[in-house]
């Protein structure tokens, strides 16, 4: 092994569930990471990072493959990292001294020894003056710092980060970012390297050396960016935008042709696409605010304007290109001319466009096929819902549904009740539906 | 926290009435029950009661014992329960038993063991020690169920970031349990503890005033004290005793319970401050004081340090978190499960082999006992029903109503009903039908405040919004309460009812056939011919009698209870 490596991720597979409902979440990994690195992962929600950072960290075991840390194989919790919780996880019944004193005991420190060392911690992220505070009684950015206390109080060598700052507000993230950025670049920090999962491209760019991109579907590692911009970084220099636009066209990819893009139904063969959890408020709001735009459109630039989340504006942009509203290319949303007509029609003429396009979506159309079959027109949603188990699992397959349900609700497709699960074929499509039958050109 | 989330929930499984494992643990129960009946027979033929005295001088000695019973029953049912539920949460083979089993046992009406319990139990022990575990075992089997499925719950339900952190940050398996999973559960344990309590007196004050012929197995303590009050008509001292329980009663409330809540609010989990937290006067001025402040500090504090030093070994190697696969049962496994297996199929085939031995009337009266038994459980739960529902609604959207009436409900809530009986039975046993009017009273006594204290909290829970929209819409009278109060009450009255109707049934064992001053009352029912059993000894019909009653109890519970319990959860909810 070579000297500096600390973490080698060799051909890690995570497959979730078993037999004939299995979901892969990562596949055949291969990741290295060396001292005085930090490496961003990125990618949309569901590519399985933080199932990978769960996996180097030891929380949980890699299906086939190994992770090594300074050439051993790592088995149960990895004693050299450590994390940093998305949601803190920090326990409420205890104050902020206590809490980053609980890691020290659980090292064995039981003396008084360890609320000194805690203490000094506290001062290091800042936080003097709140020991004895409560996690409640804090804003979010000062419980992070509690986090961060506390994962620097075991002097890790491998600091992992799990979307730190993607529970903060817009300043406190940039605030506790740069922060971070004093105290590694300082060199006073005890980690020996960084890993951190983000969905957050700015941020990715503005602190990594490296960034790993990740695609899902099952999650694999698509591209890598080095990162060599000096620090502080800021979205002003010319390399930073640019860079930005590199990595939104390898996450968003492209508009593929039609066939590929609305998959098969479930139950045939090829790849049953997953609908995107977006709905039709959403995709209304986001065609409204391309429609004035005949060229393309920054994709980054609506993350700010619209004030969603990347991982939440990534589906209902794969709403859009589902339903052949818009087309993507290079990190640029184009809105096609029917996308121009639903952003510019009224209610009822949306209805009737969201319809025509719901229509052709394999799933869609599988479950009013299905429904059609029927004597009585409707089916009970544990059939659908099981007809879905050998292609997804579980919780995704109630997702699809729920997703799908929604969709059909709105284009007045499909019905559901509630009350005893029935899910319905809206009598007035009957009959068109028996003509949409063929699948599309 | 509402009164719903403190509610012991049944672990609800889809549609299937009983699964097999339903089907063994009913099973071992029968056999459990057979082995009790086959040692009954040595029972003594008298035994002799203690005497009481009603000396008022001589209270304080009797609540010291029974609150010695409450409290040895009750410590054995916490460490119970959080062996049980660690044992459940852990391994996904011992939980597929240990569920069912829970389930099965918390809905069987406990007070149906009493006489076999007490029967075995003086064959072989000692009279005095034998009344003394049977009545500690019997509150045990009614504080334990669910405290242990709240344990389990809270274990099940720990944040998935809280485990995660304390595997990233190699908590040793005592840190594991000190600081995250007993507080995470603290609140669910408090409450329940509270719950348990007052269901702990009802059992200890039925197992104080047992008496069957020449077997007195009362116990000297504050039941005997009121029953022996009750039977020699001398009202002051059964006034003076009752009051002496409720004093306790408020006593132990005022001065543990509530100090314990108000403490235990620091484990709420929610990250927003609370706008009204429990407090507690005593928790407060205990805070303040030089002596407990000492205590704290010289006593508890290098207590703590010692403990964590002995206890909190660094482990050399955490595992993950994901559930390790069940690996193959190992040979002496497989040994022990086809010895307990054989052991269950021959207590089976004894106990079948008594059961034959019962002649078919006896069957017959088993038949006729349950139908009435049953009518009288449900007059009890109607008269509930029709008293509690608008008193609730009262209380519970009225402020100024509930001032005055919570603390009158509450102290008349805390008094168990059995303590109450031979009260009733002294006033009502000379009128004609008294005896059935005295077993519905008892039944109801013991069902209503459950029920009243879940419409409260169901009508204080309806939604301001939803109020001011039917004020709007000029809802009134039926209307209004049909589309809004009902519906919004429905879970509550469900979660109410299934408590309240497994109270009735466990009434009945003592309602339904008495011995006061000498004479024996009985009517027609379950309980009646359970007692009677035990009494002439015949223990044929109480094997068959006490099973019914359990089967009976365990399948109302699936079949109705469950059910509707499923509608309430899924359709009337008001919170999202």
């Not at chain 2, 046993?429 to 169901?458: C, D, E, S």
Request: aromatic share 10%.
């Amino acid at each position: 092994m070579e000297n500096g490596m600390l973490l080698h991720v060799d051909g890690v597979t995570k497959v979730f569930g078993r037999d004939d409902r299995q979901f892969t979440a990562v596949k055949e990994i291969h990741l290295s990471i060396r001292e005085g690195e930090f490496v961003a992962l990125l990618g949309p929600s569901g590519c399985g990072k933080s199932t990978l950072l769960r996996m180097i960290t030891g929380l949980i075991a890699p299906s086939q493959g190994t992770v090594y840390y300074r050439g051993k194989p790592v088995r149960g919790i990895n004693p050299y990292s450590t994390m940093v919780f998305q949601t803190f996880a920090l326990y409420p019944w205890l104050s902020v001294l206590d809490n980053v004193a609980l890691a020290l005991e659980a090292r064995g420190i039981v003396s008084d020894e360890r609320f000194e060392r805690a203490e000094k911690l506290v001062d290091l992220v800042g936080l003097d003056g709140f020991e004895s505070a409560y996690p409640r009684e804090l804003s979010g950015g000062m419980r992070q710092k509690v986090g961060f206390a506390r994962a620097l109080a075991v002097e890790p060598e491998l600091l992992c980060l799990d979307e730190p700052f993607s529970a903060l507000d817009v300043l406190s993230a940039e605030a506790l970012r740069g922060e971070l950025m004093e105290l590694w670049t300082g060199r006073l920090l005890p980690a020996k390297a960084i890993l951190m999962v983000s969905h957050n491209i700015e941020e990715a760019i503005s602190m990594a050396d490296r960034i790993v991109v990740m695609g899902k579907e099952p999650g694999h590692i698509v591209t890598e960016f080095a990162v060599d911009l000096p620090h502080p970084r800021t979205r002003k220099e010319a390399g930073f935008e640019a860079l930005i636009d590199r990595i939104y066209g390898a996450i968003a990819g492209r508009t593929e042709p039609e066939m590929k893009e609305v998959g098969t139904a479930p139950g045939t063969p090829g790849l049953t696409r997953i609908l995107p959890r977006s709905s039709v408020n959403a995709l209304a709001g986001l065609l409204e605010h391309i429609s004035p735009f005949h060229k393309g459109y920054d994709i980054y630039k609506l993350e700010d304007e619209l004030g969603v989340e990347m991982h939440d504006l990534v589906q209902t942009i794969e709403m859009a290109e589902m339903l052949g509203f818009a087309t993507v290319n290079a990190g640029d949303i184009q809105i096609t001319p029917l996308g121009q007509a639903f952003a510019e029609a009224s209610i009822l003429m949306r209805k009737e466009l969201f319809a025509q396009r719901a229509r052709r979506l394999p799933m869609i159309r599988w479950m009013m096929q299905m429904l059609n079959a029927s004597p009585e027109r409707h089916l009970p949603w544990k059939v659908f819902y099981t007809a879905l188990l050998p292609e997804f699992p579980d919780e995704m397959a109630e997702r699809q549904l729920d997703v799908a349900i929604d969709w059909g609700r709105y284009a007045e497709l499909i019905d559901y009740d509630d009350s005893d699960e029935m899910v319905t074929l809206e009598v007035s499509n009957g009959k068109t539906a028996a003509v949409n039958d063929r699948p599309p050109a | 926290m509402t009164l719903r989330e403190r509610i012991f929930r049944a672990p609800s499984r889809d549609g299937v009435l009983f699964s097999s494992s339903d089907v063994i643990v009913l099973l071992i129960i029968a056999v459990v029950i057979y082995l009790g009946a086959q040692l009954a027979v040595g029972s003594p033929e008298v035994i002799q009661g203690p005497d009481i005295n009603l000396d008022p001088a001589a209270l304080p000695y009797y609540a010291l014992l029974s609150i010695g019973r409450m409290l040895a029953a009750y410590i054995l049912s916490l460490t119970f329960s959080i062996f049980y539920g660690y044992a459940a949460a852990r391994s996904k083979r011992a939980e597929r038993w240990l569920m069912p089993l829970l389930d099965i046992l918390q809905s069987v009406p406990i007070l149906s063991f009493l006489p076999v319990v007490l029967l075995s139990l003086t064959a072989i022990l000692p009279q005095g020690v034998a009344v003394e575990i049977a009545a500690v075992v019997l509150i045990f089997t009614s504080q334990v169920w669910n405290l242990t499925f709240s344990f389990y719950q809270s274990l099940r339900t720990i944040p998935i970031e809280y485990r995660e952190a304390a595997a990233v940050f190699r908590f040793s398996r005592w840190l594991r349990f000190k600081q995250v999973e007993l507080p995470f559960a603290s609140m669910g344990l408090i409450w329940n503890s509270v719950m348990s309590w007052a269901g702990g007196w009802f059992f200890l004050m039925a197992a104080e005033i047992f008496t069957l012929g020449e077997r007195d197995f009362r116990l000297p303590g504050l039941g005997a004290y009121l029953q022996t009050a009750a039977s020699q008509g001398d009202t002051s001292a059964l006034l003076i005793g009752i009051g002496a329980l409720i004093g306790i009663i408020v006593l132990l409330d005022q001065l543990v319970w509530q100090p314990l809540l108000a403490w235990a609010e620091r484990f709420k989990v929610s990250q927003v401050s609370d706008d009204n937290p429990t407090t507690s006067w005593f928790l407060n001025s205990l805070r303040r004081s030089g002596l407990a402040n000492w205590g704290s500090r010289r006593i508890f504090g290098p207590l703590n340090r010692r403990l964590n030093r002995w206890l909190n070994r660094p482990p050399a190697e955490v595992a993950g978190l994901e559930p390790v696969e069940n690996g193959k049962r190992s040979l002496l496994g497989w040994l022990v499960l086809i010895l307990v297996a054989l052991g269950i199929g021959y207590g089976l085939v004894q106990a079948v082999g008594l059961l034959m031995t019962l002649p078919l009337a006896a069957w017959g009266d088993i038949l006729v006992g349950a139908l009435a038994t049953l009518l009288r459980v449900t007059v009890a739960v109607c008269i509930a029903l029709a008293w509690t529902i608008p008193v609730g609604v009262l209380i519970g959207t009225n402020p100024r109503a509930a001032a005055v009436l919570q603390p009158v409900v509450q102290i008349a809530a805390s008094i168990p009903a059995t303590a109450l009986f031979p009260v009733l039975l002294l006033g009502l046993l000379t009128i004609p039908a008294g005896a059935n009017i005295a077993a519905v009273l008892l039944m109801l006594l013991g069902t209503q405040w459950y029920l009243l204290f879940n419409v409260i909290a169901g009508a204080s829970a309806i939604p301001q919004d939803l109020l001011y929209t039917s004020d709007l819409l000029h809802l009134k009278g039926w209307k209004r309460w049909r589309t809004l109060i009902l519906p919004a009450l429905f879970p509550y009255i469900i979660t109410g009812l299934i408590t309240s109707s497994g109270g009735a049934w466990n009434a009945s064992i003592v309602a339904e056939f008495t011995e006061f001053g000498g004479e024996i009352s009985h009517v027609t029912g379950l309980g009646a011919l359970i007692t009677s059993a035990t009494a002439g000894g015949d223990y044929a019909l109480l094997l068959a009698s006490t099973l019914t009653m359990i089967v009976l109890v365990v399948t109302i519970n699936r079949l109705v209870w469950r059910r509707l319990y499923r509608v309430a959860e899924y359709r009337y909810r008001m919170d999202q």
